[in-house]
């Protein structure tokens, strides 16, 4: 399987200490610490779903017969089911495998922290942990298999925005 494009940017940052007591008290040694991913789709193989060839192996490949294989993109239609068919009876197709691209995908997940200091040695941390920032849909890959009633339509996606807190203890 092939990535062609992935871009990974990272970042960690902290608010300064403020001079000020209300502001030093609320505002100041947060850390925030986003990171960002984007990538390519990864590829998949149309598939026939049955045993076209008479081998007793599945996994064999549908034919390609037109050139451009993709639906409107949506999730409903990303592949078009008429851009491909089943090879006759007793022989294989010559469609590569991975011959079709996935929909990319976009992760973007943020980290806040502070750090409470209580004496010598002593202190708390707080952290609040959000994935998917943005609430982006990263769309699944689609159903590849010709025999399939959902062929060429995305059935799921990954995960939604996604938070969690966290206090640890230092003693």
């Known amino acids: 399987s ?44 149309i598939t026939t779903g049955v045993d076209n060839a008479l081998t007793g192996m599945g996994g064999q490949r549908g034919v390609q017969i037109l050139d451009d294989p993709y639906g409107d993109g949506t999730p409903a239609n990303y592949l078009n089911r008429a851009a491909f068919t089943t090879p006759a009876t007793g022989t294989y197709s010559d469609l590569a495998p991975f011959s079709v691209v996935n929909p990319s995908r976009l992760t973007n997940d943020l980290a806040i922290s502070r750090t409470f200091r209580l004496g010598t040695g002593q202190g708390f941390q707080f952290r609040w942990e959000i994935f998917n920032v943005i609430n982006h849909v990263n769309y699944n890959a689609p159903t590849t298999a010709l025999n399939s009633a959902n062929f060429g339509r995305i059935l799921g996606a990954g995960d939604p925005r996604i938070m969690q807190f966290a206090l640890k203890v230092d003693f």
């Open 2 to 45: 092939d990535r062609r494009h992935v871009v990974n940017v990272s970042l960690v940052t902290q608010t300064p200490e403020y001079s000020n007591n209300t502001m030093r008290v609320l505002f100041s040694n947060w850390q925030f610490a986003p990171l960002v991913r984007w990538q390519s789709g990864n590829r998949s193989t």
